[in-house]
């Protein structure tokens, strides 16, 4: 009779490193994933409308720049991405612009109308203003994330192969 002696302290170590690297791969990627989407989404949606009458024109460029995502989460099973306006006043014309409003004036609006090539219409009076929602966020994030997901989980499973 004899004896075999198992030590797993380097399988041990080995598992501990690639679970370890998980969740900076996971969040690396969901960073990639998310600067891809902002840039699409400013290029199809804030830079005229390009799908009928979807879209913005872009006036000062506030509100496409101040678009951004961030990465939270201290875990891998609480990481997740936020893709948004994060300072007040955008948010508020990203609201308008996602859901559609319509503005009243006490009694009148006043303001100057210029075209989507800087043309200028001159100045309007009138009682109220319709803006038809046109901005899709939510919904352009929507068929954004299985391909997100996917992209993160790819970081996550090259890390377990110990690549």
Request: hydrophobic letters at 40%.
């Amino acid at each position: 009779m004899f004896d075999v002696d198992v030590r797993l302290s380097h399988f041990d170590r080995e598992v501990r490193k690639r679970v370890a690297g998980m969740f900076p791969a996971a969040e690396k990627a969901f960073d990639k994933s998310g600067k891809e989407f902002r840039k699409w989404f400013i290029s199809q949606r804030m830079s005229g409308r390009k799908a009928g009458n979807k879209g913005l024109y872009k006036r000062s460029g506030n509100l496409r720049s101040k678009l951004t995502h961030k990465v939270l989460g201290d875990r891998l099973d609480r990481l997740r991405m936020r893709v948004g306006w994060f300072s007040a006043p955008e948010s508020r014309i990203a609201w308008v612009h996602e859901y559609g409003m319509t503005i009243k004036g006490k009694p009148w609006l006043v303001f100057r109308l210029l075209g989507p090539r800087g043309k200028d219409y001159g100045m309007k009076k009138v009682k109220q203003v319709t803006i038809p929602a046109r901005l899709e966020l939510r919904k352009k994030w929507r068929e954004w994330l299985p391909q997100i997901k996917r992209t993160a989980a790819e970081a996550i499973r090259v890390v377990a192969r110990g690549g």
